[in-house]
C-alpha cells in the first residue's frame, strides 16, 4: 500500500537555525498537510497546500514558516529562525481530493527538537 | 464552532476483554468522523471512517465505531483486545463544506492493555 514518507524521523537543531523537513506525499494525492504535535498536547492543523499554493494556514503558520513543492514528488515545510517552542512531532498528511469524507493519510512524522 | 472531546486520557483493559474509547463531538454541520491509532514512534494510521452512510462503521483490526447524532457521540469499540492493540487513539471531526477542509483533532485516548 502506498505510504506518505517523511525524513529525517528525528532533527535537532539549534535554537535561530533554519530548518527544512520532508514529505514525499503519497504518488496520484493532491492535497498536502502538515500538522505538528507537541509532546503531550493534541495535533494541530499548520498548512495545506494545493495546485502549487496555500490553501489554508493555522495562526500557528506565521512568517517562519514556509512550504514549498519544489518538484513532482517532495513536499517540504521550512521554519526559518526556530525557537524552542517549535519543539514537536511534525507529520505531513496527503489526500487525493479535498472533501470532509476524505481521510488523510499520514507519515511517520519528524521529531524536532530545538535546543 | 466544531470541537471533539475525547473522556478519557487513559483506559486500561485485559487481555481479551471488551474495549470501549469514547467520543464526543459538537458540528454545525452534518460531520464527517475518523478514529486514527498512533503506535509509539509511528505515524498517524487511519482506523475507520463516517461519512453520513451506515451508522456503525466497521474498521481494520477488529475495531468498530457507532455514530449516534442524537447524542453526538462516536465511541469506538472491539469486543476483545489484543497487546497489539495498545497505541493513543484519536477521534477527528471534519466539516462539511469543500473549501474549508480541515481536521479537528481530540487529545487522545492512551489504551494500555495487561496481560
Known amino acids: 500500500e502506498p505510504e506518505v514518507t517523511q525524513t529525517p524521523s528525528h532533527q535537532v537543531t539549534q535554537m535561530g537555525q533554519e530548518v527544512i523537513l520532508h514529505c514525499v506525499p503519497i504518488?496520484?494525492?493532491?492535497?498536502f498537510y502538515w500538522y505538528r504535535q507537541i509532546l503531550g498536547q493534541k495535533v494541530e492543523f499548520l498548512v495545506s497546500?494545493?495546485?502549487?499554493?496555500?490553501?489554508?494556514k493555522s495562526e500557528i503558520f506565521d512568517d517562519q514558516f514556509s512550504v514549498e513543492r519544489p518538484d513532482g514528488s517532495n513536499f517540504t515545510l521550512k521554519i526559518r529562525s526556530t525557537k524552542l517552542e517549535d519543539s514537536a512531532m511534525y507529520f505531513c498528511?496527503?489526500?487525493?481530493?479535498?472533501?470532509?469524507?476524505?481521510?488523510?493519510?499520514f507519515g511517520d512524522g519528524t521529531r524536532l527538537s530545538i535546543l | 464552532a466544531q470541537s471533539v472531546t475525547q473522556l478519557d486520557s487513559h483506559v486500561s483493559v485485559s487481555e481479551g476483554t471488551p474495549v470501549l474509547l469514547r467520543c464526543n463531538y459538537s458540528?454545525?454541520?452534518?460531520?464527517?468522523l475518523f478514529w486514527y491509532v498512533q503506535h509509539p514512534n509511528k505515524g498517524l494510521q487511519l482506523l475507520l471512517k463516517?461519512?453520513?452512510?451506515a451508522t456503525l462503521v466497521k474498521g481494520i483490526n477488529g475495531f468498530e465505531a457507532e455514530f449516534k447524532k442524537s447524542e453526538t457521540s462516536f465511541h469506538l469499540t472491539k469486543p476483545s483486545a489484543h497487546m497489539s492493540d495498545a497505541a493513543e487513539y484519536f477521534c477527528?471531526?471534519?466539516?462539511?463544506?469543500?473549501?474549508?477542509?480541515?481536521?479537528?483533532w481530540g487529545a487522545g485516548t492512551k489504551l494500555i492493555i495487561k496481560p
Open positions: 498528511a496527503s489526500s487525493p481530493r479535498v472533501h470532509s469524507n476524505q481521510p488523510q493519510h
Open positions: 504518488s496520484n494525492h493532491l492535497y
Open positions: 497546500f494545493y495546485n502549487n499554493e496555500i490553501s489554508e
Open positions: 458540528s454545525s454541520y452534518s460531520p464527517s
Open positions: 463516517y461519512t453520513s452512510a
Open positions: 477527528v471531526v471534519s466539516d462539511h463544506l469543500d473549501s474549508n477542509y480541515q481536521l479537528i
